[in-house]
């Protein structure tokens, strides 16, 4: 850490997710404070999209070879070398964020501080023992996992995301409580690698967000593949003997588990860094709000990312955030906003889940006649070779100016059938266009998606 008393600089970040992406070559005469409490690459590259999806895949080759007999080809599911898949995973993580790190410390126009960061005044941080200031912060401290307010929970073993895929051992019973996309993927992973899952969902289905008949789908996927999903149920008390986590749960009876993970949620880092001191106005759950250049109300501030409201938590999201900001920060006359037209999102289960624009529901309240388009993955070529019988994909569409709203899939690599969809949504193509303008190679299972559309009615 530098020694200067209250040192200077031109910028400071706040993070080093998306916020350690921002400082680059035209920077190189500015000064840069770089704060990150915690490994370099923020929640991402740690213990968000990029471990998940390494296990999801592990996963995926578990459930492939259960589910080989369909096709006619034996194989038997003799368990998964958990260490070993932990170690490779984050033997592959654990140097990249080292070496992001090595990186920036070697830089000599950046310095870089190890403790979190709060306001103590305009554009003043204070971080361990330093006080610093800077001529422009950018705020991008993101999130933690939420606890939820179980009886006794503090007093028993439990994980989140950050600790759950870093275990010493696959666990023989998982309880998983929360119906979210980390619920959704760690159950996904744990039962797909041979522990017992059972998740706890306080709503109605898994994935709530998502368009309801997609959440049900998903919801009777994961029953028929084992996992106990549990909807409409809360756990009211944990107590743990014997390495064991006992939940009481509201709809009466008890749960016994060997790992509790928790996937309630996230809450703001942005009520740890005195905000108001700072000049910040932030929402209710601490988020600094923004305007379309990602500025603060607080001159020189700006926020990104899953800390800034309105939030979105994903990654891609993030990332434009931060590129915008790099740009506003070297061309504050001629600021630009985050090119996010249409964010989509996916979440990475067997089978895969993935949406952009609005549910039915949603386009029904804007007053549009609204059309909608739904085909089954067993309708199309691809969807036969899969032995498919209950994937789906669902299209929401303007049927007077042909604009497509919105797009819903459950199956199969639906996150990358997804993106023609996402492409005409952007481009502003009409349903007709995207279905006939363009020529579908047969069979591939991208004529899930032409198809769909060919289904949206006149
Ligand atoms: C299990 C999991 C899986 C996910 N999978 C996906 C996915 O598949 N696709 C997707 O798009 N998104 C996914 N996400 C969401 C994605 O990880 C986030 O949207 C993204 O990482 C947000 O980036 P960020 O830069 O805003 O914040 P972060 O990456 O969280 O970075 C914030 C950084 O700020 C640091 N910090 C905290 N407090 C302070 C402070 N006071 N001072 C200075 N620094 C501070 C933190 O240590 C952290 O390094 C997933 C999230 C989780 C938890
Ligand atoms: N594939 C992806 O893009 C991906 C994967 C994982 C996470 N993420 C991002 O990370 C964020 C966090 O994910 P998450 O799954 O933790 O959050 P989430 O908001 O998606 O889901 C939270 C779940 O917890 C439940 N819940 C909330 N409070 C509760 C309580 N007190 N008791 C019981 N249940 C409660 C909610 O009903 C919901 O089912 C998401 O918003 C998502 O954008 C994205």
Redesign the pocket.
Known sequence: MPSTAQPHYDLAI??????NSIPNEAMEDWRIAI????VF????LN???IP??MFVHAADVGRTIRTADRFGVHGTFEGADWPAIRDRVFGRIDPIAAGGEAYRRELPNIDVYDH???FVGERTLR?GDTTLTADRVVL????RPFVPTIDGIDDVDFHT?DSIMRLDALPDRLVVIGGG??AA?MAHVFDGLGSSVTMLVRGPRLLGEEEPEIGDALTERFRERGIDVRTATVAKAATSSGGVVSLELDTGGSLDTDVLLLAAG?RS?GD??DLPAGGVTADAQHRPLVDEYMRTDAEGVWA????AAPHH??????NAHAKAIQHNLLHPDAPIAPTLPNQPR?T?TDPEVASVGMLEEEARHTGRRIVVGRRDYAGTAYGWALEDTTSFAKVVADGDTREILGAHIIGPMASILLQPLVQAMTFGQTVEQVATGVVWPHPALTEVVEQVLLEVPA
Do not use: W, Y
């Open positions: 706040l993070g080093t997710g998306s916020g704060i990150e409490p915690d690459g923020g929640t991402c213990r968000g999209c998940s999806k979190p960061a709060r971080t991008a401290a993101g999130t995301s996309a980390v993927e996230r880092n740890r860094m990104l990312g899953d800390l938590d994903l990654k891609h999201v993030a996916a990475f």
